[in-house]
């Protein structure tokens, strides 16, 4: 908010670059006109397109046939977020600021919505709490603590392995440096071996259930199944659940890999 002018920094400072377009998601939804259809509320904002041209930017956002006709007022969260994100790719716009574009997304939403941004050329700096979703598309992390900020080059997993490793040297270093004696020293081992223990664990349930996610997605992508209402609204909501789960599960590998010994 503070980059697009919504908000005034209370210290530091920041320049946008020449020839730099910025295009904004705002999970809120403010800007979408509920009295226009989804088709309209493209058209008022790009006049000069064809219905052709705004149909396939439409679809790309999984609105197909009569679904383009459908009110913004009876739209679900998730089919507003995908509505706002159609117009946002469409206005061509080199640096995208979002701010948690998965919220209220189903799974095929969120597919839709990876798919569209991989292809996307420019610059993209994304708030979420989806790893899942920065790990797809993010080849660069900024990790943020009361030590200030760290940059790490690569997707979710590879700040992972390279967090756990600073955190680990770490921790040595305390130990070492400390003149603890032999009973003290043999007790942090035991807590540090306890806690690795859990960390893998929950690491193992976290990969079970994305695996879990994975298989229900594909499933849903069946045309078998995506005509049949009462087994995709099953395994819609056994989606939702699943992704609760792991989002609790990567709350408590954060928990666990915050403690202090």
């Avoid at 005034?8 to 920041?14: I, L, P, Q, V």
């Avoid at 080849?139 to 392995?161: E, P, T």
């Avoid at 995709?232 to 609790?248: I, M, P, V």
């Amino acid at each position: 908010k503070i980059l697009i002018g919504l908000y005034e920094a209370d210290c530091g400072t920041y320049a946008i670059g020449a020839n730099t377009f910025v295009g904004y998601y705002d999970q809120i939804q403010e800007s979408l006109d509920m009295n226009n259809t989804v088709i309209e509320e493209l058209w008022e904002e790009y006049p000069k397109l064809t219905q052709t041209q705004i149909r396939n930017a439409l679809a790309v956002f999984l609105f197909r046939g009569e679904d383009v006709f459908k009110e913004i007022s009876k739209l679900s969260g998730g089919e507003r977020a995908r509505v706002e994100l159609s117009k946002l790719l469409l206005k061509k716009a080199n640096f995208l600021i979002m701010d948690e574009p998965t919220n209220h997304m189903d799974i095929q939403s969120k597919e839709a919505l990876e798919k569209a941004l991989s292809e996307y050329n420019g610059t993209m700096l994304i708030v979420s709490h989806d790893r899942y979703f920065i790990n797809k598309l993010a080849d660069k992390i900024y990790y943020m603590d009361n030590g200030g900020v760290i940059s790490y080059d690569g997707n979710y997993d590879y700040f992972l392995s390279k967090h756990k490793t600073q955190e680990s040297v770490t921790v040595e270093k305390k130990v070492s440096s400390s003149a603890l004696d032999y009973k003290e020293q043999k007790r942090i081992e035991s807590l540090k071996r306890k806690k690795q223990t859990k960390i893998k664990r929950c690491e193992e349930e976290i990969a079970k259930v994305e695996d879990e996610i994975k298989e229900v997605s594909e499933k849903l992508q069946n045309p078998e199944i995506a005509s049949n209402y009462e087994k995709a609204f099953e395994l819609s909501n056994q989606a939702d659940e699943l992704n609760k789960r792991l989002d609790e599960l990567y709350n408590l590998w954060e928990e666990l890999n915050s403690e202090e010994l």
